[in-house]
């Protein structure tokens, strides 16, 4: 069997509406938010390669700066058509598969990705993800799909949520959806933790990452982070904020 190619993209980016310059924030004494973020997606046995897809915005050098450092390729693009970073970010590799993850999840579990991963290589999906049925933790989100996929949806996208968002084409056109166009499957979790946060939008996010980092360390597999926080809920003062809030903005403005 041949070994297919595989990408992980993260997108990256310095301007945020509700914490600006938050993936250059420092989570602890040796790492930023991204650099953590990156050190767990090399973790995975899988990919073989991680692009982050960055911005032309100004500062957008200190992500540069920081993927060099992890040794990861760097592609810059569109700042609101996401969907257009992504595609040309892959272009030229045209890779069989590509993980889509974002850089706001600093403790993204590379074990997660794999699975998800092997899942949809197995059953030979255009689109699998662990987010079609929300499961897993704010801030453990992986979507994986077939290039062609993605130049489907790069070429036939044209609502500003699809293009903004990357995926939602895909999603709204799959047949886990009722859909024709895209095979796809959702990857469930034996237990929802779908109530539980730890991705960062706002400065109580990078204060919540923060504990974790410091109580549990920076190597930990989601659940462990999860069931800290489940058991830990007075320490923690961001898990009422709002999922999905900006895909929620970006449907209004459609």
């Known amino acids: 069997m041949v070994t297919p190619k595989i990408i ?11 914490f600006p310059g938050k993936v250059l924030q420092r ?12 050190k767990r997606l090399k973790k995975s046995r899988l990919a073989g390669k991680i ?21 990861v390729s760097v592609f810059q693009g569109s700042t609101n058509d996401v969907l257009d970073r992504f595609y040309n970010a892959v272009k030229a590799d045209a890779p069989d598969y590509i993980v889509r993850v974002t850089s706001d999840c600093p403790l993204i579990d590379a074990a997660l990705i ?3 991963i092997g899942m949809v290589v197995d059953k030979r999906l255009d689109y699998g993800a662990n987010i079609l049925k929300e499961d897993f933790p704010d801030g453990q989100d992986v979507e ?14 044209s609502l500003n949520s699809d293009r903004e968002h990357v995926t939602p084409y895909i999603r709204k056109n799959s047949t886990y959806n009722g859909g024709d166009m895209f095979r ?26 923060k504990a974790l980092l410091e109580q549990l360390g920076p190597d930990a597999g989601w659940e462990v982070y999860a069931n800290y926080i489940v058991d830990s809920a007075n320490l923690f003062c961001n898990q009422q904020i709002k999922r999905n809030a900006g895909y929620e903005r970006s449907l209004k403005n459609d």
């Not at 992980?8 to 509700?18: E, P, W």
């Open 8 to 18: 992980i993209v993260t997108q990256a980016r310095v301007g945020s509406s509700r």
């Open 27 to 38: 989570v602890d004494d040796k790492d930023t938010l991204l650099s953590l973020h990156l």
């Open 51 to 71: 692009i982050v897809a960055t911005t032309f915005e100004e500062k957008a050098c200190g992500i540069i700066d920081i993927a060099l450092q992890e040794n």
């Open 114 to 116: 794999d699975s998800i």
């Open 144 to 157: 994986v799909f077939t290039f062609k996929a993605l130049a489907k949806a790069w070429k036939e996208a």
């Open 184 to 209: 796809s499957d959702n990857y469930s979790s034996e237990v929802s933790m779908n109530h539980v946060r730890m991705t960062v939008d706002e400065p109580a996010d990078l204060d919540t990452i």
